[in-house]
């Protein structure tokens, strides 16, 4: 029963932090239609970001997050200017592929600055553990669940209530007509990828914190398909969902036979691509000729 | 000299369906051959086994350019068919004891059954959803792949014998020298058939599927067959590429078939041009050079740019990247669209169209 409580909660907070890493690919690929290969990327570098201005620079916390989401912002809009906006309308394979290239890209001015060696993190969150039914549960996964759960309903609820968020879901239904009610949609394309970059660089700060920062970060964005995929890949409580299912599943399956967690979330996603070919919460589009 | 012809005009069905339809055309490809039989002579074994792993690459990116480019069905799981390929080959050969010609079709059968039954979600997913479920079929092939170990007898990898054929084994001090053949004969005669394989009803309705599927299906193509047979006819172009791959570097391990693998090819076929076959050939050649040369580059320049050596990986995988990006954006038909602009540029010499 302790190993379940402990196992449970364990994978709650990789679920956390991945719905949170699979927020940023849904906003995007909500606006722009553009499936995100580099997120992983993006976690990575919110995670240096983070380091550079908390350790390097020896800013305060609290400073160095500010600094650090202004920084992911600005990155995210740079992007989407320079590499993403010339590629409206392409076909899905060239842009598959140019974030694929800016992967590459970004993963290698990380190595090139940091360097390959795993750096520590002195501890941001609360550290010690506490007993619950029998399981000694570590204090920073707790948080970690807490601040992506607050992170999670704040998108939420700028979605459901904001001016900004209303626009943004009214470029994701139908761009002519948003171009038409006077919206600047490349204002929100623009405006997707920064809000994208800083949920990674939430993401990629509390991945740092309970782990340590290093390029292993990337691995976190491929396990963000069966993710998408399992909340549909254009919703964002379908994030929250799959995020938490996908955590608990690898979890529980890494504790059967090590390193089954791997494949465990892909063998999901074929499956629930055969069953419902738009994931579970998608949307299902018609298609004319 | 002023331009001598204004483009090709047919006057006759057969004109049209010919291979090659201008003797300047022909010309370079009696060239192109020369070439390829003096290259062996005119580098050192160094070179001529980057030449090698490019033949390699030529016959996977063929292979995949046929799915992606001519079927418009994105794969990202190009690493994992390798795999299968290259331990089918080898594991026939090895425990098996068939000679190794046999062992390779086998592979290439295999590989293309395998490769039409991940094709399956092809039937009901399009692009993207179908890029994430290929992306699912690499990682579980991978999965299987360093799992099982049957495969490696519990060693993590295959060791290979040198290459034997019908009795005949591969000299030690020849080894680049022999394979060079062995390679450049099967790409040439890869690039062929597919070259072919397009001038048939099969390569046609490819074609139609990428363009419009539905539109195709109500002309009477045969939507499932069609792209389960597309995918089954590139992972049989991708398992011969595995088995070379096996035989030539004569061991077989996981870390070769990596999802970095399946991206490598793909920007070849985005770098060359997708849809053309030559396009895969260009590709695959620069993308293969890309490392080596910036390698001679960092060693040229490390008295006054020391950077550029000390950080050369991560110089490599950026310059990857750039290169995909670049081209997509300032010139997405790759390569191929490159030459023939420069081709045109010649012919209507001096005027611009």
């Avoid at chain 1, 740092?208 to 920062?213: H, R």
């Avoid at chain 2, 997708?274 to 390698?295: C, D, K, N, Q, R």
């Amino acid at each position: 029963m302790s190993e379940f409580v402990q196992l449970t909660v364990y994978g709650l907070a990789n679920g956390a932090v991945l719905a949170l890493a699979a927020l940023g690919f849904v906003l995007i690929y909500k606006a722009t239609s553009v499936i995100n290969f580099a997120q992983g990327e993006f976690l990575l570098i919110g995670g240096y970001l983070f380091y550079t201005a908390f350790v390097v620079f020896g800013l305060p916390w609290t400073i160095a997050v500010v600094v650090g989401l202004i920084a992911a912002a600005l990155l995210g809009v740079v992007i989407e200017r320079l590499v993403l906006r010339p590629l409206i309308g392409e076909e899905p394979i060239a842009v598959i592929m140019v974030t694929i290239g800016l992967a590459a890209v970004l993963r290698s001015l990380v190595q090139m600055l940091y360097g390959t060696t795993p750096r520590e993190m002195p501890d941001v969150l609360p550290s010690g553990s506490v007993e619950v039914i029998g399981a000694s549960v570590p204090l920073d996964r707790i948080t970690a669940i807490g601040i992506a759960a607050v992170v999670l309903t704040a998108f939420s609820a700028f979605f459901r209530w904001s001016r900004h968020g209303i626009a943004m879901r009214a470029v994701a239904d139908d761009q002519q007509a948003a171009l038409v009610q006077g919206i600047p949609v490349h204002r929100i394309f623009a405006m997707a990828w920064a809000m994208a970059a800083v949920s990674a660089l939430i993401g990629g700060l509390l991945l740092a914190d309970i782990t340590e920062i290093s390029q292993n970060l990337i691995g976190f964005g491929l396990i963000v398909f069966p993710v998408v995929i399992l909340g549909g890949l254009d919703s964002v409580p379908g994030t929250i969902v799959g995020g938490l299912t996908i955590g608990l599943i690898s979890q529980y399956a890494e504790s059967f036979s090590p390193g089954a967690s791997q494949v465990v979330p892909y063998v999901a996603l074929v499956l629930i691509l055969l069953v419902r070919p738009y994931g579970l919460f998608g949307q299902v589009r018609i298609e004319r000729v | 000299m002023a331009a001598t012809a204004t483009g090709i005009h047919h006057t006759s069905y057969r004109s049209e369906l010919r291979l090659r339809h201008t003797n300047s055309e022909k010309l370079r490809l009696w060239l192109a051959l020369a070439g390829l039989i003096a290259l062996p002579w005119l580098v050192n074994p160094y070179w001529l086994g980057i030449v090698n792993t490019i033949g390699i690459a030529v016959v996977g990116a063929v292979g995949l350019n046929i799915l992606v480019g001519f079927t418009g069905q994105i794969s990202l799981g190009q690493g994992g068919f390798l795999a299968v390929g290259a331990f089918t080959s080898a594991l026939l050969s090895g425990r098996g004891g068939l000679p190794v010609p046999l062992s390779m079709l086998a592979a290439v059968l295999v590989t293309a059954g395998i490769g039409g039954f991940f094709g399956l979600p092809a039937l009901r997913l399009k692009g993207l959803y179908l890029a994430i479920a290929t992306l699912a079929s690499q990682e579980i092939i991978l999965f299987v792949v360093r799992r099982w170990d049957w495969l490696t007898s519990g060693q993590g990898f295959l060791d290979v014998d040198r290459l034997t054929i019908f009795g005949w084994k591969i000299p030690r001090v020849s080894f680049e020298f022999t394979w060079y053949w062995i390679i450049a004969g099967v790409a040439v005669l890869a690039v062929i058939a597919a070259r072919n394989l397009f001038r048939t009803a099969l390569g046609r309705s490819f074609m139609a599927v990428r363009d419009q599927d539905i539109a195709a299906s109500a002309i009477g193509v045969d939507l499932t067959r069609t792209k389960l047979m597309a995918f089954a006819v590139s992972s049989g172009y991708v398992g011969l590429a595995g088995a070379l791959t096996a035989h030539y570097t004569e061991t077989v391990t996981w870390e070769r078939f990596t999802l970095t693998v399946s991206i490598q090819y793909l920007a070849m076929i985005i770098v060359g041009g997708l849809g053309s076959i030559a396009g895969a050939v260009y590709g695959a050649a620069f993308i293969m050079l890309l490392p080596p040369l910036l390698a001679e580059l960092a060693d040229l320049l490390r008295p006054s740019v020391p950077l550029l050596a000390d950080q050369l990986p991560a110089v490599q995988v950026a310059a990857f990247g750039l290169a995909i990006m670049l081209f997509l954006l300032f010139e997405p038909r790759g390569l191929n669209r490159i030459w023939q602009r420069a081709k045109d540029y010649v012919r209507f010499w001096p005027f611009r169209y």
